[in-house]
């Protein structure tokens, strides 16, 4: 519960003064890549350690995920540029979907199916409380002491929730190690890697879109992205049956006659 809401705090406190750290660092411009950096790598952190989870453990990719995510928030909060600031942010991303990964990882393991939607419940409250104070907290903070602050915050909450779940994860170590070496599946992690640089270059393409480079980016964001939606959305996504159709266009026709006569 720890490391989940610590990571939503991270994700969603910069709300509020991700204005007053881009003025700070000179770097309006690229305002949007605070928000952006840390959302496309986290998919990437995401698919990426459920791929070393099979191959080196939880225990290990455990360690690995809060090691990247304290190396992305000690990077923001000692950021001197723009860029420096969006590669810590980078790194938190991949540091927090990693962690996230494991997290789950560790609730298919260790609870029984029984138990399972309760945990997972009991986890989505852990977002409702960073949702609800971290903005105010950060902005807060970034007013009266400084924007730097936010991230340093979170060292300390990281170390307790390393420090609770260590022996968890470890025993889940042990247990992997006993029923022998997880066959690793097929590495979809390049499509992961087009799939953010696919979603970066319509991002950053809708940000210009009233220009003819705008344009470019876009429609080549979207080319890029394809592919690997395809190979990472389950099978029939963007495959509508024929039935389906056709009971869609009879709901929407008689939507349309019951608005009609209503207005008539």
């Known amino acids: 519960m720890l490391v989940l809401s610590t990571v ?3 994700g969603l406190a910069i709300t509020t003064i991700a204005a007053k ?22 998919l990437i952190g995401t698919l990426v350690m459920g791929q070393q989870i099979d191959k080196r453990g939880v225990f290990t990719s455990m360690l690995i995920s809060f090691s990247v995510f304290v190396l992305g928030t000690v990077v923001s909060a000692v950021s001197f ?11 938190q991303g991949f540091g927090a979907g990693a962690l996230i990964t494991c997290v789950y990882t560790c609730v298919t393991l260790h609870y029984p199916d029984t138990l399972r939607t309760q ?12 949702t609800l104070i971290g903005p105010y907290a950060a902005g807060l903070i970034a007013s009266y002491i400084s924007w730097r602050y936010v991230f340093w915050i979170v060292l300390p909450l990281i170390g307790i929730a390393l420090s609770l779940t260590f022996r968890s994860f470890r025993n889940l170590q042990l247990q992997q190690d006993l029923t022998g070496p997880a066959r690793a599946t097929d590495s979809k992690i390049m499509y992961a890697i087009l799939l953010a640089v696919g979603t970066g270059l319509l991002l950053t393409g809708l940000g210009m879109i009233t220009d003819w480079k705008g344009i470019v980016l876009t429609l080549g964001g979207l080319v890029v992205m394809i592919t690997p939606m395809r190979k990472l ?14 009971l869609w266009f009879r709901e929407g026709y008689m939507l349309l006659v019951i608005l009609q006569r209503k207005v008539l």
């Open 8 to 10: 939503a705090f991270e």
């Open 21 to 42: 750290m881009a003025q700070s660092l000179e770097g309006i411009h690229l305002y949007g890549w605070i928000f952006s950096a840390f959302l496309l790598s986290q």
């Open 81 to 91: 540029d723009m860029h420096m600031l969006i590669a810590g942010r980078a790194l």
């Open 119 to 130: 945990i997972l419940a009991a986890f989505s409250m852990a977002f409702v409380l960073p």
């Open 233 to 246: 959305l389950p099978v029939g996504t963007f495959s509508v049956k024929k039935d389906c159709l056709l």
